[in-house]
């Protein structure tokens, strides 16, 4: 090395920083275990091996070692056959396949600690390699920045998101190198400024001006929007998706609508560019709402997932499942009805206005009269001792009703035929109409350019998942199953599920049934008629009441998690606006049950608000769904979900926030759902006491994506089907404003594999004609080895001045040929020969008859060679591919 020790400290200041910033913005998005100080260790390390290995001492260290590892594989070879080079090769194999794996981004846990530690070493080595031998020997600004910056701009585009010091130290750098850059161009440009250094070490004096400019440049307010150009925009993001679609692989561990381009959802709002990267294909009976994430508490700009107690046995699914097979009894219990022949009449009944009139008398002495529709739900109005009646009737289940009445129905119910009630409560049947109103269906998921270790399933799905060999799944309490490293490409899974018949009038009436307090009134109810089983005229009332407590405990069950689920999904902050709590009451003060509340909103979300991917900027400091509903007024899913979310919970019923995504509206000839991210989506899961969670979309393109249709005749051929609501088309997905709202997928993908074809076709010819070019350099310089001395020269002096001419070196008028030398030795520091010494020499070949010797001849040869190096690196490197790579000029 010709430096001296202050450049050698200054360019190794300059690299171990570049090489920090590259190495730790690749390494944060893949998730590995390696902090920020022993990221920068190791990029210090990094480049202090190159240093030394690029010194004579270094470079005889280096090939002995080579030396001494070839010595070694051969006497392995030789001594114990190939079973000794599979023992040598066997751990070199594993660190590049974990190379491999990190590289691509495909890292997981399953990488053992010791190799991982050897892999991240490795991966710092070789990254230092490009950075070192593009800064030291001799600064190559745009091959060294350039593919940096592409890096950055390839990570947004995969995660949408870069990590920002690795941007600021990087940026920092760069401003550093071009300034210093652009002052060696100026310097050797100016001859009048011989006295100025040039050496590395000026390099300390840029950094302050650095970062001033980025401290400048943070201190400008930035809008949360970009800047639009319409019609470059669109034409832009057609060929960007396309490529994107066939090309792009989407890498993360959980799931959130950020990685589909809907924005992050703990701060919410403003416009989204969802694309069209294949994420799975999906075999399934219908349309089916895939979960990806479920999020419990809303900050005022967002929603975040809090730690949850996993329960010991069991998870929200579970509980789920189990309240689907059992909590319909409460239901039951409360509306009289204690058959399965009763609760199917209930469920299939018809609307009536007859009431039936029945009267208790409540503890204090006063009346309760409770008036039952016949065949259908349960009204009642309260006469209290004195009082006159309510003009109005109102639902059994409502919470105007007090609770004493409803336990009294259940109590004297079952005292006036207890063996009936027994029966009723010891059986694990359920009606056969539920169970055909939650049919149990198979679905496949196969995992297209998407490596996550999220599983998408709905949400009331059966285990186990199959399909997996090799993968341990874990569940979260919410159900969501995540694998223990990033699934692979083509990953396939199935799993059976419930898929509940959304839009049928039957389940919809299953739905009323529930109410808040259903399990606390059944337990009471059934905790007073044990005790009072010898009063009612029992047999062996001791032994029934032990095996009655016995079926009774998967109801106290019930309620413990009722109550945690109110407990965790009705929470708002305090910074809820006033006017979002009134509006919540104004939509479901009127409606008798807990379900009709929900509906209410939902059909007041979906009536009164526009659907747009490009809304207007929330206000700082501004609740977001508070702007939405009041000033806003439109948004995309994420909005509307949000704002049902929140007035569910403004009503008291529990509600939670889902992302994740809903399958297309049709799927191919074979019954496959191809699902992009276009399809990824937000909804909302409600708690409805007695039934579970179901799901409600209050989007309005997607009304009636959830519905599903089943008979519910039985195998005897007879019975009815309902007609499902007409879709809303998917044109309300997001498409480049210049197509057409009928545009399709398909014609969208023949439309790509064109614009692939054009652009191999478009690389292809360049990379022709810069192959073309490169045999004919080589020809040029041949042909002038051949050519006789009288020849050689001067065809070799016109090639210099042509390659002189390039970067602004000509000949003035009235300069003779030795003056235009004179100037180009001033100019470049040559080193095999000088411009002057050349000229000499073509002026006696030409006008002397003078022939040069070989040895002469072997330093005009190399002479050009360097004249070329050196003024390809003074031109622009758009200049230089221009004339040197594509138009044949050198």
């Known amino acids: 090395m010709k430096k001296n020790f202050r450049d050698l400290l200054c360019l190794g200041f300059i690299g171990v920083f570049y090489h920090f910033a590259i190495y730790r913005s690749v390494l944060i998005p893949m998730h590995i275990p390696v902090k920020a100080w022993q990221m920068l260790l190791l990029s210090f390390a990094a480049i202090l091996v190159l240093f030394l290995a690029d010194t004579r001492p270094g470079h005889i260290v280096f090939l002995s070692g080579i030396g001494l590892g070839v010595g070694y594989t051969v006497y392995v070879l030789l001594a114990e056959s190939s079973e000794g080079l599979e023992k040598i090769f066997q751990p070199i194999g594993a660190l590049g396949k974990a190379f491999v794996q990190i590289s691509t981004g495909y890292y997981n846990k399953t990488i053992p600690d010791a190799l991982l530690l050897w892999t991240v070493v490795l991966y710092a080595l070789v990254l230092a390699i490009p950075v070192y031998y593009l800064l030291v020997p001799r600064l190559r600004f745009y091959f060294l920045i350039v593919p940096g910056a592409g890096l950055f701009i390839a990570l947004w585009s995969m995660f949408r998101h870069v990590d920002k010091t690795s941007f600021y130290i990087f940026i920092t750098v760069a401003i ?4 210093h850059y652009k002052y060696i161009l100026y310097r050797k440009k100016d001859s009048d400024r011989k006295q100025m250094p040039l050496g590395t070490n000026t390099i300390v004096f840029f950094v302050p001006v650095a970062l001033l400019i980025l401290l400048v440049a943070s201190a400008f307010t ?75 508490e809303y900050t005022g700009s967002g929603w975040i997932r809090t730690e949850q107690e996993e329960l010991a046995d069991t998870t929200d699914r579970a509980m789920d499942l189990l309240e689907m097979q059992y909590g319909w009894k409460a239901g039951g219990a409360s509306l009289s009805l204690f058959n399965l022949r009763q609760y199917r009449e209930y469920l299939e009944q018809s609307s009536s206005d007859e009431y039936i009139e029945t009267t208790y008398s409540s503890k204090d002495g006063g009346e309760q009269t409770i008036y039952v529709q016949k065949g259908s739900a349960i009204y009642s109005f309260e006469l209290a001792a004195g009082d006159a009646a309510k003009d109005s009737l109102v639902n059994v289940f409502s919470s105007e009703v007090n609770d004493e009445v409803k336990q009294a129905r259940i109590l004297d119910t079952a005292k006036a035929n207890p063996t009936e009630y027994m029966d009723f409560i010891r059986s694990s049947l359920r ?106 005229g029992v047999a062996d009332a001791e032994l029934t009441r032990s095996e009655m407590n016995d079926f009774l405990k998967v109801y106290r069950e019930l309620e413990k998690y009722r109550d945690d689920i109110y407990n965790r999904y009705t929470i708002l902050p305090g910074t ?37 991917l490009t809304p207007g900027v929330l206000p700082q400091n501004q609740d977001f769904v508070d702007y939405f509903m009041f000033t806003g007024k439109e948004g995309y899913c994420a909005y509307f979900a949000s704002a049902l979310c929140i007035l569910t919970r403004a009503a008291g019923i529990p509600a939670r926030y889902v992302e994740g995504f809903v399958m ?36 309005p393109p997607y009304a009636g994506a959830m519905n599903f249709l089943v008979s519910l005749q039985d195998n005897d051929g007879t019975g009815y089907y309902e007609e499902l609501p007409p879709e809303i088309p998917d044109q309300y997905l997001y498409m480049p404003s210049n197509l057409p709202m009928d545009y399709d997928i398909v014609a969208n993908n023949r439309a790509g594999v064109e614009a692939v074809t054009v652009l191999l076709w478009a690389g292809a010819v360049i990379a022709g004609v810069l192959l073309l070019n490169l045999i004919a350099a080589l020809l040029h310089f ?109």
């Open 176 to 179: 550093v190198c071009f300034i």
């Open 222 to 296: 930035v809008k949360n929007v970009p800047l639009k150009w319409p019609w470059l925009d669109e034409k832009i993001n057609i060929w960007y998706w396309t490529l994107h679609e066939k090309y792009n692989v989407d890498r993360y561990d959980q799931f959130t609508l950020a990685n589909t381009g809907f924005g992050d959802p703990k701060r919410l709002g403003g416009p989204v560019y969802p694309d069209y990267t294949p994420v799975m294909v999906v075999k399934s009976p219908t349309r089916v709402y895939l979960r990806g994430a479920v999020y419990d």
């Open 431 to 536: 009606p056969q109409l539920l169970g055909k109103l939650h049919p149990e269906q198979s679905i496949s998921v196969r995992h297209l350019q998407v490596r996550t270790r999220t599983l998408f399933t709905p949400l009331k799905t059966y285990v186990p998942i199959n399909g997996l060999p090799g993968v341990r799944l874990t569940e979260s309490p919410e159900g969501i199953f995540e694998g223990d490293g990033r699934l692979a490409r083509d990953s396939e899974y199935y799993y059976n599920y419930v898929q509940p018949a959304y839009g049928m009038e039957t389940l919809k009436r299953y739905y009323n049934s529930s109410s808040p307090g259903l399990y606390r009134n059944f337990r009471l109810a059934n905790d007073a008629f044990l005790e009072g089983m010898e009063e009612y």
């Open 576 to 612: 809820i606006p006033e006017r979002v709590l009134t509006l919540a009451t104004d939509l479901t003060e009127s409606e008798p049950s807990t379900y009709s509340k929900v509906l209410a909103m939902e059909k007041y979300l979906r009536e009164n608000f526009t659907y747009t």
């Open 664 to 699: 297309p509206q049709t799927p191919d000839e074979n019954g496959y759902y191809h699902v992009t991210n276009q399809y990824a989506h937000a909804w909302v899961e409600v708690y409805l006491e007695g039934v579970g969670w179901i799901t409600f979309e209050p989007t």
């Open 782 to 890: 041949l042909v002038l080895r051949l050519l006789p001395a009288q020849k050689s020269v001067p065809a070799v002096y016109r090639y210099l001045v042509l390659l002189l001419s390039q970067v602004g070196c000509v000949s003035k008028l009235g300069e003779t040929p030795k003056d235009f030398a004179k100037r180009v030795d001033e100019r470049f520091q040559l080193i095999h020969m000088t411009m002057a010494e050349m000229v000499e020499m073509f002026y006696n070949v030409r006008f002397g008859a003078h022939t040069p010797d070989k040895v002469s001849l072997r330093r005009l040869f190399a002479f050009t060679r360097e004249v070329k190096a050196k003024s390809g690196r003074a031109m622009y490197l758009h200049k230089r591919i221009l004339f040197r790579g594509l138009l044949f000029r050198g």
